[in-house]
């Protein structure tokens, strides 16, 4: 077994088999993101881009977590840093780590990469995260759309975040982020000043929850997330439901 350290060197290798000392890289990891979060706050101001954030009470709960959030655009970026808890972690497509600086600062970031084209290799790193994320006290922050998507609705969801969760039997902490459809383009990833609410949901627990249970947890976790999106939106959930 391997500790989230040992995944966080070694996620893209097959096999795990790269050896890492005492939590140095997630310690590291830890304070690089404080790092980044206290730079890349400061970027709404230059892009005319504010947030309005709720609940941030609901990351207070005991022990590790996973965070399931939207994913709209690079913009994302802002926004998960207005909200990031110090003790987290993110899941990302492992092409990410190949964009040169950013990759390599990605990387020092503590994010946990995944093969999307390979669920078998997908499944065996977020595996090795589920036994380990308790001992290593960390949340997980994951994408369920599994890619960008900004459309102003929801995409479905995959379903590694809550097989995650459920075996780890830590609770899903859903977070919204209001549809950017208003102020972003996202072909010509343009976009003018605007506001982005924010909304931290209560925690849905997963104790006593088995594999079984997976795809009703999903189902749960994207109606809440679905109708919180429509309504930070502005927009009818009747109206989308019948489109
Ligand atoms: C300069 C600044 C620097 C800043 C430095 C700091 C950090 C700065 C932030 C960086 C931030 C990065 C942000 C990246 C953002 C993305 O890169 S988003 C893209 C990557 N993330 C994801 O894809 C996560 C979501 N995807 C998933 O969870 C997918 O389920 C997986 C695991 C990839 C598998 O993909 P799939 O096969 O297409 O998915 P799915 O249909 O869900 O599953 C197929 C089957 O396998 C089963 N299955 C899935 N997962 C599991 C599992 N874990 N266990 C058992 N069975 C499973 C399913 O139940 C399903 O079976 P059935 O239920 O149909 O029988
Ligand atoms: C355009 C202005 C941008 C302003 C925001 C700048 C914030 C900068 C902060 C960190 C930058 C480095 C992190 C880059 C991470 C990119 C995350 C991302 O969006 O990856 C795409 C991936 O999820 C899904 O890929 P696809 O949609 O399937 O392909």
């Not at 790092?35 to 609940?55: A, D, H, Q």
């Not at 790193?125 to 290593?136: C, F, G, N, R, S």
């Not at 605007?194 to 088995?210: D, F, Q, R, S």
């Amino acid at each position: 077994m391997f500790s989230l350290t040992e995944l966080l060197s070694a996620s893209t290798h097959p096999g795990y088999s790269r050896p890492c000392g005492f939590p140095a890289l997630l310690l590291t990891a830890f304070l690089f993101c404080r790092i980044i979060k206290t730079v890349v706050k400061t970027f709404k101001y230059f892009f005319g881009v504010r947030f309005e954030v709720k609940g941030l009470e609901n990351f207070e709960v005991e022990g590790p977590a996973i965070i399931v959030s939207n994913h709209q655009s690079i913009l994302d970026m802002m926004g998960l840093m207005e909200v990031l808890p110090d003790d987290c972690v993110q899941v990302g497509k492992k092409e990410l780590m190949y964009a040169g600086t950013v990759g390599l600062i990605i990387y020092l970031g503590g994010v946990i990469f995944i093969n999307r084209k390979s669920t078998t290799s997908a499944k065996m790193v977020m595996a090795e995260v589920a036994k380990t994320m308790a001992a290593d006290k960390v949340k997980v922050w994951v994408y369920p759309e599994g890619t960008r998507n900004c459309t102003g609705d929801l995409l479905p969801f995959k379903k590694g975040a809550f097989h995650l969760a459920v075996q780890a039997q830590v609770p899903v902490i859903p977070v919204v982020y209001s549809s950017f459809t208003t102020f972003y383009n996202p072909k010509k990833n343009l976009f003018t000043s605007g506001k982005i609410k924010v909304e931290v949901l209560p925690a849905i627990e997963t104790k006593g929850l088995t594999s079984g249970d997976v795809s009703d947890l999903t189902d749960r976790c994207f109606r809440t997330m679905r109708e919180t999106l429509f309504r930070l939106s502005g927009c009818p959930s009747e109206a989308k439901d019948s489109s």
